[in-house]
Nanobody, 114 residues
């Protein structure tokens, strides 16, 4: 069954770093993949996207601090997060498209304390 699984979340102090991973099941290739985050009570927002044409884009709030990448096997995507701020706190999800539909992971919690 097609699925995504995030890992790497945790609790850090402001200024710290975390690296999130998104692993795809065997039936999926991460040609295009995006990372989103959601704060309780707010809409889910995109923070980074790696498109199928290899173009990359970031939300203004994270540009220069976060880096999205994927491995050459198109099975794992990463989100390197540096200089973390309390406002980066939230649940982080990865998303891709497979079999004509959007596919989301279950999310991983990131908590940044001041």
């Amino acid at each position: 069954q097609a699925h995504l699984m995030e890992s790497g979340g945790g609790a850090v102090q402001a200024g710290g770093s975390l690296r999130l991973s998104c692993t795809a099941s065997s039936s999926i290739s991460l040609n295009g993949v995006a990372w989103y985050r959601q704060v309780s009570g707010k809409q889910r927002e995109m923070v980074a996207i790696f498109r199928g044409d290899r173009s990359i884009d970031y939300a203004d709030a994270v540009r220069g601090r976060f880096t999205i990448s994927r491995d050459k096997f198109l099975k794992t995507a990463y989100l390197q997060m540096n200089d973390l701020k309390p406002e980066d706190t939230g649940v982080y999800y990865c998303k891709t498209s497979a079999f004509g539909r959007e596919l989301w992971g279950q999310g991983t919690q990131v908590t940044v304390s001041s």
